[in-house]
T-cell receptor, first 113, second 111 residues
Framework: KAGVTQTPRYLIKTRGQQVTLSCSPI?????VSWYQQTPGQGLQFLFE???????NKGNFPGRFSGRQFSNSRSEMNVSTLELGDSALYLC????????????FGPGTRLTVL | QKEVEQNSGPLSVPEGAIASLNCTYS??????FFWYRQYSGKSPELIMF????GDKEDGRFTAQLNKASQYVSLLIRDSQPSDSATYLC???????????FGKGTKLSVKP
């Protein structure tokens, strides 16, 4: 069974630009969660999509948004990039049911200059 | 605010010893608890999950949960240098899909 895939793996942007990251979950999984990982703050929850609907949202500004498609693939968009948005962005795939074990993709390393 | 606390380490143990990693959480309503291993430069890898009070064993790993004390731990028996990594404790929050992570404990296993 193929794992979680994320594209691109690395990205360099400048302040003020916007960026779109993509995540394809494990086949059959309907939930995709997005996390931001930085050395100072650790792993922080951004939002979760289940069956094309945002089910949960963390405490991030509105510049961070996402969506999910009917095939469960998800995209995350960050507008008006700031230097502090430099981080590893991880998506996690799960069935979205019951105890909800989550499996992470390899991540996208975003650097904002 | 719901929190998950871990000692940042580093925790250093000799090869063959038992490594004990600890985690406390603030939300009494939490139901599911996870341990992830993260090697440097890699993404977190799920190694254990536990839902019920008591112990759960999987190979060299044992997860222990005490909901009354809001405490979850991970024991690694016969530690190997390949176990050297950061171990992340995660708790499923009040809503499904919302994992709350501790900042991780860095484990170093010395040959």
């Amino acid at each position: 069974k193929a794992g979680v895939t994320q594209t691109p793996r690395y990205l360099i942007k400048t302040r003020g630009q916007q960026v779109t990251l993509s995540c394809s979950p494990i086949s059959g999984h309907r939930s995709v969660s997005w996390y931001q990982q930085t050395p100072g703050q650790g792993l922080q929850f951004l939002f979760e999509y289940f069956s094309e609907t945002q089910r949960n949202k963390g405490n991030f500004p509105g510049r961070f948004s996402g969506r999910q498609f009917s095939n469960s693939r998800s995209e995350m968009n960050v507008s008006t990039l700031e230097l502090g948005d430099s981080a590893l962005y991880l998506c996690a795939s799960s069935s979205g049911l019951a105890y909800n074990e989550q499996f992470f993709g390899p991540g996208t390393r975003l650097t904002v200059l | 605010q719901k929190e998950v606390e871990q000692n940042s380490g580093p925790l250093s143990v000799p090869e063959g010893a038992i490594a004990s990693l600890n985690c406390t959480y603030s939300d009494r309503g939490s139901q599911s608890f996870f341990w992830y291993r993260q090697y440097s430069g890699k993404s977190p890898e799920l190694i254990m999950f536990i839902y019920s009070n008591g112990d759960k064993e999987d190979g060299r790993f044992t997860a222990q949960l005490n909901k009354a004390s809001q405490y979850v731990s991970l024991l690694i028996r016969d530690s190997q240098p390949s176990d050297s990594a950061t171990y992340l404790c995660a708790v499923l929050g009040g809503s499904q899909g919302n994992l709350i992570f501790g900042k991780g404990t860095k484990l170093s296993v010395k040959p």
